[in-house]
């Protein structure tokens, strides 16, 4: 599915795309909210229905385009409508919010979804995949696995710092060093006994996590060598295997975006602009779109620019003249760019390679 396909142009037929009927479904746990126009009689088709009824109604309907704001399951009822035979379009809610008029009601909602999949210009969101989120389901458990355990730890420290107790800098000195400084504790009477098992308790839950961690990226790994496109991303330097697995779930469709440079505007790697009389003014990156793969790839850029043994001329250059920080986020733009181009053409990554732009008529 192409994000930037345009939805109505001049001429056309509101309530009409491509000769297919537009309708706009606003989804929920249980009730769902559909608005249409009927083009034959132009009733105003404004109805509810049930979570259990609503592929049995798309099943007795012609094919039609199916506007849904892309919120918690969306991606799953794209998958099943379109297995139904329609062309289904997500919309961001920031796309679809100017639309809404009056009071916030499902009706409403399901009226500014029909209006916004029309308009002119609008970007969609890509469908992903059964296996794409599944993917993204090991990043968020480990990523929530790792607060957690920062949490624990940090909580570890504060705790017996109120009697005391200090630890060196880094989990490795925390696990060598706690034991020693609960007996100590112990042997003067300045922890009770009770209180210390408390604490050996929550260092095996620290320790649990770390296990749950490692298997969660093992599996990351699995995926990694099942699947072409990803280990074709992992030889990009600074590329490694959080972001090859995350970039490839993230993106969905390289098609979806017309270049690298738009893909590298929707993780918010570019500058925002603030223009008014003729005259536009660059402000620091937008900080769009995905925040999780947006890290991975500037703490991947900065392990470039720090640990790479054959360091690349133009990053030297601009190393001299911009801040550090510039440098890196510039870096993190041009990998982002890099994975797109190497997934959308289905070629192996080669260091060195120049790109040329197509000669015009």
Not at 223 to 238: C, T, V
Request: proline share 3%; net charge positive.
């Amino acid at each position: 599915m192409n994000r930037n396909a345009n939805s109505q142009s001049a001429g056309q037929m509101i309530g009409l795309i491509n000769g297919q009927q537009v309708v706009g479904l606003d989804i929920a746990k249980s009730v769902f909210q559909l608005h249409s126009v009927d083009m034959g009689t132009g009733e105003i088709v404004n109805m509810q229905l049930k979570r259990a009824k609503v592929l049995e109604y798309f099943a007795n309907h012609q094919p039609c385009l199916i506007g849904i704001e892309a919120c918690g399951g969306a991606h799953h009822w794209a998958r099943e409508l379109q297995a139904l035979g329609h062309s289904v379009r997500l919309i961001h809610a920031k796309a679809v919010r100017p639309f809404v008029s009056g009071n916030k009601t499902d009706a409403t909602d399901a009226r500014a979804i029909w209006l916004a999949v029309q308009q002119p210009g609008t970007k969609f969101v890509g469908i992903k995949s059964e296996e794409q989120q599944a993917t993204l389901v090991l990043h968020r458990q480990r990523e929530l696995l790792m607060k957690m355990r920062v949490m624990q730890t940090n909580a570890l420290r504060g705790l017996l710092y109120e009697f005391g107790a200090t630890f060196g800098r880094g989990k490795n000195a925390l696990f060598s060093e706690i034991e020693a400084a609960l007996e100590t504790l112990l042997a003067k009477n300045s922890l009770p006994q009770y209180v210390a098992d408390s604490l050996r308790e929550q260092v095996g839950r620290i320790k649990a996590l770390d296990q749950d961690i490692k298997s969660i990226e093992q599996r990351l790994q699995e995926r990694l060598k099942s699947n072409a496109q990803m280990k074709r991303i992992a030889h990009i330097p600074g590329v490694g295997l959080l972001t090859a697995t995350a970039a490839i779930a993230t993106m969905g469709e390289a098609s979806a975006f017309k270049s690298g440079r738009e893909f590298c505007a929707w993780l918010g790697l570019v500058p925002r602009q603030s223009g008014t009389g003729g005259k536009v003014k660059l402000l620091g990156i937008s900080k769009r779109g995905d925040t999780y793969l947006r890290t991975l790839l500037i703490h991947g850029a900065r392990s470039v620019l720090s640990h790479s043994k054959e360091p690349v001329p133009w990053l030297e250059q601009l190393q001299q003249r911009r801040p550090t920080n510039v440098v890196i986020v510039a870096q993190a733009a041009k990998m982002a760019r890099t994975i797109w181009a190497v997934t959308a053409k289905e070629q192996n990554y080669q260091r060195g390679y120049q790109s040329t732009r197509p000669q015009t008529a």
